[in-house]
């Protein structure tokens, strides 16, 4: 057992001025996390609450056991885009009656909580997510349905809300729609495919026509509550299950519909008690470079973030500039792969393939820790099979069955971002640092590739190349790619599941690992070819 | 020699006499009713008779059932205690009809001094002076105020004061129901009243031989509804020259009715030291403990030793310090004084010196009917314990007491215990001002206590993190991760607390940066358990004890602090729609059981209509309607019993020509 040691000084100026340059990063970030949290703007809070509605996020409170943690997942959903920041839409995991579930709440002070390209990406994540963690789906309904302007997005993928939802039910995995309001034409279905329906009365509304489209098709006069209301679901038409007196009432019952669930955990059990890591997670602001190009020590993280400080290093001498080795994060098994001089050479790509098979064979989930600027790349490394070797690890990651977690730590760049578990890898959870970067290369390696071509094609034509359009050229490109990799950036398009604070690491892998463990732990029982 | 004592009575006082036969090697023997075959005291005696039912008349009433019991266990004497049977002749004659021993007077002394009419005029023969009896015909308007009484009454029970002559012929009829009720005799009579009066009473003990002790007098000013709650001995009000005259007057009258055992005679004293005999209660007196603390004697020791003929010593022994009591009840003085039901949680008394024993010295001393687990019902007098305290002065024993009182830990119930501190801390009480109108006089509200709102908010706020604290401690998924975590914060944890009747909301944040809270300024927190919780209250450490039960009434908190007892029932965070009482229901105020229904489905009713009255702790309480209406539904029936909360009655307003939601 290894007892990691810090030589983290935060008396120096290094120290200070990265804490300074990540604590001004986080300000960033609160404040469009607060973008999020305002919905749709005070007028629409206040008109909501006016009506004696609570806001999704209000719901999500009293829906959750008391003191218990919510994991909000891709808050940033739409950031960078013409749609308001978070998708109108709320998801993340919150613990029911001592059962960890996936919440979604449309936003209904957002443009009534219509669904633009963004909620539906969104919704469609979290369902991932749900399904392959096995977590109970809570779904609080209000919502207006498609927002009419970008229809041609959302209604053909849109479909598949209904398909992820009954597959879920197919698979066992308990859906609960609470209908607070509007759930109308398509969204009918929200309710029509879940496993348990509460709808609040006077309030819910779900039916596949309203009254203007039914007298245009038939001629018949009605209401909303003769075609949709609650009453009428929960005593005529029976797709309701439970009618709520009101919103509080809808949620109560929500409670008790888990409570009911008899849902368990399927994997390994966490430790009964562990040790808290013995050095700061505060040093996590102060010991990453201001500069992504500086790499940093990854023991220093992990030490920061495991139970007691205690990492058991694998293969510690060979391939270090991957650091792989065992730990435990709130009394569960990790093996972890940390990136370590940024950059990943043969041996570091052959170490990674044996440890992901080792983990595997173990039943033991990877907790990957990016900070990589890619597998090395020149004659020698590609006479050597750096792209054989960089296949092998590729080929562990992507067959491997283990849960998988990634947070990254600061670059992401080129096919490291693969090896590691990137986004297309499917790992169960991955979380971005307000420092991350990741691209298919670094900036100002993107913009003198550019330049590098530009000049070949000049000359080839015998042209004189303009050095002035060149300047221009490269900063601009370098500009858009610093832009594009930033993980705010990156997380708006929901290539994460959300930017963390760096300090609450160890909180976040805890909520995840422990969801992560509703489902069956089981490593893979084959791998591709490895071509050795 | 007594071998088996048989104890005809229940609680407290049944738990003292057991103490003193153990003293003595005398076998204890209880008989006990339903609802308390799970107390103390019959877990205390050696061998312990049920006598079948609830009620006082099913059970501690039935004369022919306790001798019976006697009988079926050997024993060869019977303690009434006080209260139930314990100034009733015919049952001490059944008693000494059966060959046991009575631990009492004689029968014919207890007659004698039972009809309190009678009493009067035999002391006044005896030189013993008395107030005037007034006839409740014929009461002159000059002579109001006056106290309609019970003549066969006790505990106040069958009291009332009359200020106005008009009220006179309503409160005679309702005090002579409730006499009827209590003591199957409904004769009263009145007295003028004397207002700003003490109660004062000399404590007799006369053996078989003539010797009469009179152990000094006990001051039992401070009373509720005319039940004594403080008790002391010395009196303040009394010096040697009154306390010669009190003791000779109350010698003179156990030596006109042939006293033998312990009794009490009771006066009323004036202002300008003048005394009126009020009545002898031919029992032990509740407030005896502070007369043994002072003599250092043990009164039931020598009542069992004067059944068995022992002997007095010539001189009784002299007095040393001062001995208060305080009654500790199971009732709300702030709501009327209603009276309490339901379990008591927990009972612990810091720094107890004795118990049903007079302490050693500077002591405190605690003669308690329940502890931690004991249902209190509504059968029986909600008196829980005694506390009592010896001191070498008056002021030494009232801060020993209150501070005793102050820090004990009394949950589940609401009791009487915050306005004894009160009292006990009140400069008026200080200063010896103490008269039978103490508790009018300076405000029940001011002095039923309820806690300060910084209090009441600091204790709700450590009340809600201990509860996170236990929440976080038993969550089977998550248990270790930081409580109430967010990465995004929408609101703070929130919970609210019902205090009497006050709704206390808390809001609480546990972030990196330590406790965020609009409920206390300037807090922080230091350590939060599910047991105890440290705040930081504007510089001043502040340990708070915290016990959380589940209750039929709900999550119930109990906070204990230097600042003071608060007890919270956490407001539920869903109301159960099933629970909610429709508009127009009237819910019984306490529980109690249905004595008469005077309307009928489909009356109209004016608000303040009387609908039904319910009998609590002797007490008979009218529920009137709350709105005026048309009476839709009676859900109960008379004798029945119900718990506080229980919907009585539903009454829909009259439609008046608007539409019914």
């Known amino acids: 057992m290894t007892i990691l040691r810090s030589t983290v000084d935060a008396s120096t100026p290094d120290y200070q001025q990265n804490r300074a340059a990540l604590l001004a990063q986080l300000a960033a970030l609160d404040a469009e996390h607060a973008k999020a949290l305002g919905g749709g703007g005070q007028k629409y809070v206040d008109r909501h609450h006016g009506r004696g509605k609570l806001l999704a996020r209000e719901r999500i409170e009293l829906l959750l056991d008391p003191d218990s943690a919510f994991l909000e997942l891709?808050?940033?959903?739409?950031?960078?885009?013409?749609?308001?920041?978070?998708?109108?839409?709320?998801?993340?995991?919150?613990?029911?009656?001592?059962?960890?579930?996936?919440?979604?709440?449309?936003?209904?002070?957002?443009?009534?909580?219509?669904?633009?390209?963004?909620?539906?990406r969104k919704s469609f994540r979290a369902s991932e997510i749900a399904a392959a963690n096995q977590l109970p789906l809570v779904q609080l309904v209000e919502s207006g349905g498609a927002d009419l302007n970008s229809q041609s997005e959302i209604f053909i993928p849109g479909g598949r809300m209904f398909r992820d939802l009954t597959r879920a039910s197919a698979r066992r995995v308990p859906t609960v729609a609470l209908v607070f309001g509007n759930s109308t034409a398509g969204g009918a279905y929200l309710p029509g495919l879940s496993d348990h329906v509460v709808m609040v009365k006077g309030r819910a509304k779900v039916f596949l026509a309203g009254p203007p489209l039914v007298k245009m098709a038939t001629g018949e006069e009605s209401t909303d509550e003769q075609l949709g209301g609650a009453e009428l679901h929960a005593r005529e038409s029976g797709l309701a299950d439970y009618l709520a007196e009101d919103e509080q009432d809808a949620l109560r019952i929500g409670r008790r519909i888990v409570a009911n669930l008899n849902w368990h955990k399927q994997g390994p059990a966490a430790a009964a008690d562990y040790a808290e890591p013995l050095l700061d997670p505060e040093d996590l602001l102060g010991l990453v470079p201001t500069d992504p190009k500086v790499p940093f020590d990854p023991r220093e993280v992990i030490a920061r973030i495991v139970d007691g400080s205690v990492f058991d290093e694998f293969k510690p001498l060979y391939g270090a500039s991957l650091v792989t080795?065992?730990?435990?994060?709130?009394?569960?098994?990790?093996?972890?792969?940390?990136?370590?001089?940024?950059?990943?050479?043969?041996?570091?790509?052959?170490?990674?393939?044996?440890?992901?098979?080792?983990?595997?064979?173990?039943?033991?989930?990877?907790?990957?820790?990016?900070?990589?600027?890619?597998?090395?790349?020149?004659?020698?490394?590609?006479?050597?099979?750096?792209?054989?070797?960089?296949?092998?690890?590729?080929?562990?990651v992507s067959n491997s069955t283990v849960p998988h977690l990634t947070v990254v730590l600061g670059a992401s760049y080129g096919a490291g971002n693969y090896g590691m578990c990137g986004r297309a890898y499917d790992p169960r959870f991955l979380f971005s640092w307000p420092n991350a970067k990741s691209a298919v290369m670094g900036p100002a390696q993107l913009a003198g590739v550019l330049s590098i071509v530009a000049r070949q094609a000049a000359t080839a034509r015998g042209q004189v190349y303009d050095e002035a359009f060149d300047e221009q050229m490269r900063r601009t490109v370098e500009e858009q790619v610093e832009a594009q990799s930033a993980a705010m950036f990156l997380s708006g398009r929901i290539y994460d599941d959300g930017v963390i604070d760096p300090r609450d690491t160890r909180t976040v892998l805890g909520i995840c690992l422990s969801a992560v463990h509703t489902a069956p732990v089981s490593g893979a029982a084959g791998f591709g070819v490895f071509r050795m | 020699m007594i071998t088996r004592l048989l104890i005809a009575n229940r609680g407290e006082i049944a738990r003292r006499v057991i103490r003193t036969c153990r003293d003595l090697g005398i076998s204890p023997i209880a008989v006990y009713a339903d609802p308390d075959a799970g107390a103390d005291f019959?877990?205390?005696?050696?061998?312990?008779?049920?006598?079948?039912?609830?009620?006082?008349?099913?059970?501690?009433?039935?004369?022919?059932?306790?001798?019976?019991?006697?009988?079926?266990?050997?024993?060869?004497?019977?303690?009434?205690?006080?209260?139930?049977?314990?100034?009733?002749?015919?049952?001490?004659?059944?008693?000494?009809?059966?060959?046991?021993t009575w631990v009492g007077p004689d029968p014919a002394a207890i007659e004698s001094m039972g009809s309190k009419i009678a009493a009067k005029k035999l002391m006044a023969a005896a030189g013993v002076p008395v107030l005037p009896d007034l006839s409740p015909d014929s009461v002159a308007a000059e002579q109001f105020p006056v106290l309609v009484k019970a003549s066969a009454g006790g505990g106040g029970r069958g009291m009332r004061v009359v200020r106005e002559p008009g009220e006179l012929a309503a409160e005679v009829a309702a005090a002579s129901r409730e006499a009827e009720s209590a003591f199957g005799d409904g004769t009263v009579f009145c007295e003028p009243l004397l207002e700003r009066a003490r109660h004062v009473e000399v404590q007799i003990l006369a053996d078989q031989h003539g010797t009469v002790w009179a152990l000094g007098e006990r001051e039992c000013s401070i009373q509720r509804r005319h039940q004594k709650i403080i008790e002391e001995t010395p009196s303040p009000a009394v010096d040697q020259a009154i306390r010669d005259r009190l003791t000779g007057a109350a010698t003179a009258a156990a030596t006109a009715i042939g006293y033998v055992g312990a009794g009490t005679v009771e006066f009323m004293l004036a202002a300008d030291g003048s005394f009126h005999f009020l009545e002898v209660n031919t029992r032990l007196q509740v407030e005896h403990p502070v007369t043994e603390c002072v003599f250092g004697l043990d009164l039931v020791a020598w009542q069992l030793a004067v059944a068995e003929g022992a002997a007095l010593p010539a001189e009784p022994p002299a007095p040393r310090g001062h001995a208060i009591e305080v009654r500790l009840y199971a009732e709300d003085p702030a709501?009327?004084?209603?009276?309490?039901?339901?379990?008591?949680?927990?009972?612990?008394?810091?720094?107890?010196?004795?118990?049903?024993?007079?302490?050693?010295?500077?002591?405190?001393?605690?003669?308690?009917?329940?502890?931690?687990?004991?249902?209190?019902?509504?059968?029986?007098?909600?008196?829980?314990?005694?506390?009592?305290?010896?001191?070498?002065?008056?002021?030494?024993?009232?801060?020993?007491?209150?501070?005793?009182?102050?820090?004990?830990?009394?949950?589940?119930?609401?009791?009487?215990?915050?306005?004894?501190?009160?009292?006990?801390?009140?400069?008026?009480?200080?200063?010896?001002?103490?008269?039978?109108?103490?508790?009018?006089?300076?405000?029940?509200?001011?002095?039923?206590?309820?806690?300060?709102?910084?209090?009441?908010?600091?204790?709700?706020?450590?009340?809600?993190?201990?509860?996170?604290?236990?929440?976080?401690?038993?969550?089977?998924?998550?248990?270790?991760?930081?409580?109430?975590?967010?990465?995004?914060?929408?609101?703070?944890?929130?919970?609210?607390?019902?205090?009497?009747?006050?709704?206390?909301?808390?809001?609480?944040?546990l972030t990196r940066a330590g406790l965020q809270t609009s409920t206390v300024d300037d807090s922080v927190l230091v350590d939060a358990r599910a047991d105890r919780v440290v705040l930081d209250l504007a510089g001043v450490r502040t340990v708070f004890a915290v016990t959380g039960y589940d209750t039929p009434a709900g999550r119930l908190v109990e906070v204990d602090s230097a600042l003071g007892a608060v007890s919270l029932l956490t407001v539920p965070r869903f109301a159960d729609p099933a629970d909610r009482v429709e508009p127009g229901a009237t819910v019984a105020p306490m529980p109690g059981t249905v004595v008469s229904v005077a309307v009928a489905v489909g009356d109209e009713l004016a608000a303040g209509a009387e609908l039904l009255v319910l009998e609590s702790m002797k007490m008979r309480h009218r529920v009137l309607a709350a709105t005026g209406g048309v009476l839709a539904e009676v859900r109960v029936a008379a004798g029945q019993q119900v718990e506080a909360g229980t919907v009585l009655a539903v009454i829909e307003p009259l439609d008046d020509g608007g539409e019914q939601a």
């Open chain 2, 42 to 100: 019959v877990a205390e005696a050696d061998r312990a008779v049920r006598l079948p039912g609830s009620s006082p008349a099913q059970t501690y009433l039935r004369a022919e059932a306790i001798i019976e019991a006697a009988r079926r266990t050997g024993a060869d004497a019977v303690h009434p205690g006080y209260g139930f049977l314990s100034e009733n002749a015919d049952f001490a004659r059944a008693v000494l009809a059966a060959g046991l």
């Open chain 1, 325 to 396: 080795g065992w730990a435990a994060v709130h009394g569960y098994r990790v093996g972890i792969l940390a990136n370590a001089r940024g950059v990943l050479f043969s041996e570091e790509s052959q170490k990674a393939a044996q440890f992901i098979q080792l983990a595997n064979q173990r039943d033991i989930p990877l907790l990957f820790l990016q900070n990589t600027t890619g597998y090395m790349v020149g004659r020698d490394y590609e006479r050597a099979g750096i792209i054989k070797h960089g296949a092998m690890m590729i080929n562990a």
């Open chain 1, 74 to 120: 891709s808050p940033l959903a739409a950031w960078g885009t013409d749609f308001p920041v978070g998708g109108s839409v709320v998801a993340g995991i919150g613990v029911i009656e001592g059962v960890e579930c996936l919440v979604v709440a449309n936003d209904p002070t957002v443009r009534g909580g219509a669904s633009n390209p963004w909620t539906l």
């Open chain 2, 335 to 509: 709501a009327d004084w209603r009276p309490q039901s339901g379990t008591v949680r927990a009972f612990d008394l810091p720094g107890v010196d004795s118990g049903f024993a007079v302490p050693g010295g500077f002591g405190l001393r605690l003669d308690s009917g329940v502890s931690a687990g004991a249902e209190v019902s509504t059968f029986y007098d909600p008196m829980l314990a005694k506390v009592i305290v010896w001191a070498p002065d008056r002021p030494s024993a009232a801060r020993r007491l209150a501070t005793a009182l102050a820090q004990a830990r009394v949950h589940g119930l609401v009791t009487n215990r915050d306005l004894l501190v009160n009292v006990l801390r009140h400069p008026d009480f200080l200063a010896g001002d103490t008269d039978t109108d103490f508790l009018d006089r300076h405000g029940l509200r001011e002095l039923a206590g309820a806690p300060d709102d910084s209090v009441l908010r600091a204790s709700a706020l450590a009340a809600a993190l201990a509860e996170a604290a236990g929440r976080r401690a038993a969550a089977g998924v998550q248990s270790r991760l930081p409580s109430g975590w967010r990465n995004l914060t929408s609101q703070p944890q929130r919970v609210s607390f019902d205090s009497r009747g006050d709704v206390v909301a808390v809001d609480y944040q």
